[in-house]
């Protein structure tokens, strides 16, 4: 029996400005094309994790043991690590916690399996590069491979069939971005009663297999993803906001017109979308985003922020605001 190691591990999450949705393989997580976000400094994971020799892997978020499908993901996501550290007997005891409301669409997987990642890899004596963090977050959760770095990320969808070159890079450290180019984001949650949405796995594959706009959607992202990068060079926040709502808007059209649809707005996330182009029309620099859920994320300017927050709060329905600037990467905490 080898003894027990912990490790505590902190990392971000990130918003995507020219969105993921849609796998080149399933069961490896390769994403059909690439994608490009923002990590968030205000919106985290810690996952702390213990290996040893126990019976079985063991989950807890918030004080609440997880079971059935989120454990068997996590444990099958494991095996990955067990295999590669060369230790099929190891368990791991993991406690997670997010800072944030964990709500569908906040990108709580991405910050999860990044901190998984960095803290299971090293808990079993793996001593990983960021890029091999990045493809072995990637397996837990597509997004997740961008919040292993800081900043502005871009992933690379890769083209080979084992997946070693499906990672994210770097585009601009969050240090860099604080100083030279002071972005900002603005999380609008929207409560207004519970709404059971798909998670975005299982809407990615069915808007993929049903919907007529999913061929249209997949060929927006290189264009997208290559103004992206153009405006990110030119610091142009205004050109960068506009593809981030083509972006969403784009990938919320495929799945809108998936069959049966899926549909994530809210009265609230529309109400959203009009208070962002009002602010924009009186001069803010203020565009939205949405992912799998009805929240709105609101890129702004560190300057303009407080005021963007102000005006997002006024909307019915909106439960919470919470302003962010670029995050680092993953750290290790403890261990
Ligand atoms: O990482 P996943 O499988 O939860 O997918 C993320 C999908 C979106 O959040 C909608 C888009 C994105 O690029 O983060």
């Known amino acids: 029996m080898t003894a027990s190691r912990t490790v505590s591990a902190r990392a971000h999450a990130n918003i995507a400005l020219v969105k993921y949705w849609g796998k080149r ?17 205000s919106l985290t994971t810690t996952a702390t994790v213990e290996a040893s020799e126990q019976a079985a892997d063991q989950l807890e978020l918030h004080g609440h043991a997880v079971t059935g499908a989120a454990l068997a993901r996590f444990s099958a996501w494991a095996d990955l690590v067990r295999q590669a550290a060369g230790a099929p007997g190891l368990r791991f005891r993991v406690i997670s916690r997010n800072d944030f409301p964990t709500a569908s669409g906040l990108a709580s997987s991405a910050s999860a399996y990044a901190a998984l990642a960095v803290a299971v890899s090293r808990a079993a004596g793996l001593e990983l590069s960021p890029r091999e963090l990045s493809v072995l977050a990637r397996r837990g959760s597509g997004s997740a491979a961008r919040s292993i ?39 609008a949650v929207v409560g207004g009663g519970r709404v059971k949405s798909l998670s975005s796995r299982a809407a990615m594959e069915h808007c993929a297999e049903t919907s007529p706009l999913y061929a249209g959607w997949l060929a927006s992202v290189p264009g997208d993803l290559a103004a992206a990068r153009a405006a990110i060079e030119r610091r142009d926040l205004h050109a960068l906001g506009e593809v981030a709502e083509q972006s969403a808007l784009t990938m919320h059209a495929a799945a809108l017109a998936a069959r049966p649809a899926v549909a994530y707005f809210r009265p609230a996330t529309i109400a959203l979308i009009d208070a962002v182009q009002e602010l924009r029309r009186g001069g803010t620099t203020a565009f939205f985003t949405m992912d799998a859920g009805p929240h709105v994320k609101v890129l702004t300017t560190r300057a303009e922020s407080a005021a963007v927050a102000a005006r997002v709060r006024q909307v019915a329905d909106v439960t919470q605001v919470i302003e962010s600037g670029p995050g680092d990467g993953p750290a290790v905490v403890a261990g």
């Not at 393989?25 to 400094?41: I, M, V, Y």
């Not at 990320?153 to 450290?173: F, I, N, T, Y």
């Open 149 to 187: 770095f800081g900043g502005l990320v871009v992933m690379l969808p890769g083209k080979r069939a084992d997946g070693s070159d499906s990672h994210a890079e770097q585009l601009m450290p969050a240090d860099e971005l604080e100083r030279s180019w002071p972005i900002a984001m603005v999380v």
């Open 25 to 41: 393989d399933a069961a490896l997580n390769l994403p059909a094309a690439g994608s490009l976000s923002l990590t968030l400094a």
